[in-house]
């Protein structure tokens, strides 16, 4: 399973964009790469998945290069609502490895006004 | 749909005692894992099946034992608790090549 490195915290205010980096040296051809958020006392919340170059929907975006040994997450104009940690998976999709993905520590964004 | 339910949403249990932490989906999924989620820490998988009757452990699997009799149901069993199995325990479930789902977490304390 490729392991993933990201920044333990980010602070940003509100109406900014935040872009939080992933690292994945290892990351396998069928490997995809899943973004989730957690808010205290909850479970993780899907945000966003791709493959390689650009996946945007109606939260955020995912760019990733060529090489796919990086991806960067980016919210655009955060609110308070957004504090969270924001963790990157990547795994296999496809049969068998679907659900055995790897969380590392994550980063915690604190959102102030 | 209900989604990802998980029961009871707190325990406190003695050293030394077993129970068993119930997961239930209604999306038909085929997917279900089971993670414990510690102070500060991210997520380590303890348990998953990839469909009815199949289970594969995962990164931290000692002291657990789990069964999937149907699509529905996951149920997690600790054996005998032991103080360092106190955490928050999350059931998720997924689609073949879709998202995870998780549920609203199992807070388990063991004395």
């Known amino acids: 399973l490729a392991k993933t490195t990201q920044p333990i915290s980010m602070d940003s205010y509100e109406g900014q964009e935040v872009n939080i980096t992933c690292s994945h040296n290892?990351?396998?051809?069928?490997?995809?790469i899943t973004w989730y958020q957690q808010f205290p006392s909850q479970g993780p919340r899907f945000i966003i998945q791709?493959?390689?170059t650009k996946v945007t929907n109606e939260v955020a975006s995912l760019f990733i290069p060529a090489d796919r040994k990086s991806s960067t997450l980016s919210l655009p104009r955060v609110s308070l609502s957004d504090t969270a940690v924001y963790y990157c998976?990547?795994?296999?999709?496809?049969?068998?490895?679907?659900?055995?993905?790897?969380f590392g520590t994550g980063t915690q964004l604190k959102v102030e006004l | 749909n209900a989604g990802v339910t998980q029961t009871p949403k707190f325990q406190v249990l003695k050293t030394g005692q077993s129970m068993t932490l119930q997961c239930a989906q209604d999306m038909n999924h085929e997917y279900m894992s089971w993670y414990r989620q510690d102070p500060g820490m991210g997520l380590r998988l303890i348990h998953y099946?990839?469909?009815?009757?199949?289970?594969d452990q995962g990164e931290v699997p000692n002291g657990y034992n789990v069964s999937r009799s149907t699509t529905e149901d996951f149920p997690l069993r600790l054996l005998s608790a032991a103080p360092s199995q106190t955490s928050v325990y999350f059931c998720?479930?997924?689609?073949?090549?879709?998202?995870?789902?998780f549920g609203p977490g199992t807070r388990l304390t063991v004395t």
């Open positions: 998976l990547v795994g296999s999709i496809l049969t068998g490895g679907g659900n055995k993905l790897t």
């Open positions: 791709g493959y390689k």
């Open positions: 290892n990351i396998a051809t069928n490997d995809y």
């Open positions: 998720a479930s997924k689609p073949h090549g879709g998202e995870q789902y």
């Open positions: 099946s990839v469909g009815a009757g199949i289970t």
